[in-house]
């Protein structure tokens, strides 16, 4: 997408935001963002190894708005650099969510490009997107985003279970080819005060006759002296004429509420298998001949609401995939920014 088209978008968000107030509808544009300051320390591929500098890994344009009869509609832009320590080129936007919801009764029906229940609900509820992606987005295992139908809503009436189905072409926000498919679920308890119990499955008919299925469990802990996250996930991908191939992955992340301004954190990404497109990976271009393990510490540190400074030491330790020799370990050195707004 060019720039021109960008403004275009941007434009149009800003006059249907002013025309849905001038109407009394609740018309909102936000947008959030953030990036780093780099420098890796080491790397196993020299061509990377103590480069450094800047990059946008995220900015997020939103335009919500609730229409009549229980209806809503979303349009989301998303720009973000490259990551793969080579590309030069300007932020291309592209359309990361466009839907309409009707809702009822607790229960909703989305229609268009939507969120999958992958990751997103517990990545909101640990809030923890600035510093780095959930397991499952950073391994490439799975879609945040699919062009499709997805259906929510409680199991029961206290609100303490509730289900997520949603049905797609497998295209991400990418066009579709007409010959893949995918079909997503999700069930989530609340099993105390502040702690959730998250299940989930999918199931991808990928081209040439390719098909991924994967299943996740994953907890979380929110309260006031911080946040806690485990997952534990197996993928199994099949293609005619090739072996399947398993990836098991879990992960711990902790958050310690220091002080109403400092979030100290520790999160630790474990790979039980090498990554295949482990060099795709964005802003680490991580090796496919070890099994990763990725170790994050650093402090969220509050400026002002909506802003954050988050310093940050990630490495990446490889180990043995039989008795080929590990690849060297990663380190990378981050002060990021993330502002709402």
């Known amino acids: 997408m060019r720039r021109a088209d960008l403004r275009i978008w941007v434009c149009c968000g800003l006059a249907a935001s002013i025309g849905a107030g001038a109407r009394g509808d609740e018309g909102r544009l936000s947008v959030a963002m953030f990036g780093d300051l780099y420098r890796v320390a080491s790397h196993h591929d020299p061509s990377v190894d103590g480069k450094h500098g800047s990059w946008i890994r995220r900015v997020n344009v939103v335009y919500d708005r609730r229409l009549e009869g229980g209806l809503s509609a979303r349009l989301t832009l998303e720009a973000k650099d490259p990551g793969d320590f080579g590309t030069s080129s300007d932020l291309e936007p592209f359309v990361k969510d466009l839907w309409v919801r009707w809702e009822r009764s607790g229960h909703a029906v989305a229609f268009g490009l939507v969120p999958t229940p992958s990751v997103s609900p517990m990545e909101a509820r640990l809030g923890y997107r600035p510093i780095d992606k959930h397991t499952l987005d950073l391994f490439r295992m799975t879609s945040t985003r699919d062009k499709g139908v997805s259906v929510r809503g409680p199991l029961d009436r206290r609100g303490r279970a509730e289900y997520e189905l949603a049905v797609g072409d497998a295209s991400g926000t990418k066009s579709s080819t007409g010959d893949t498919q ?160």
């Open 182 to 341: 995918a079909v997503y679920g999700r069930v989530a308890f609340r099993a105390a005060e502040g702690v959730t119990l998250d299940l989930y499955g999918d199931w991808w008919d990928r081209k040439a006759g390719e098909e991924w299925t994967t299943w996740k469990a994953e907890a979380a802990s929110v309260g006031r002296s911080g946040k806690l996250g485990v997952l534990w996930a197996t993928q199994r991908r099949t293609a005619p004429g090739r072996q399947s191939r398993d990836l098991d992955v879990w992960s711990l992340y902790g958050e310690w509420t220091a002080s109403p301004v400092l979030h100290p954190f520790v999160w630790l990404h474990v790979a039980e298998d090498p990554i295949p497109d482990a060099r795709k990976i964005e802003y680490y271009r991580m090796s496919p001949d070890g099994k990763p393990t990725v170790w994050l510490a650093g402090a969220r540190i509050r400026i002002a609401e909506g802003l954050e400074l988050i310093p940050t030491l990630v490495r990446v330790d490889y180990r043995r995939v039989g008795s080929a020799p590990k690849p060297d370990s990663d380190t990378f050195l981050r002060l990021t920014f993330s502002a709402r707004f």
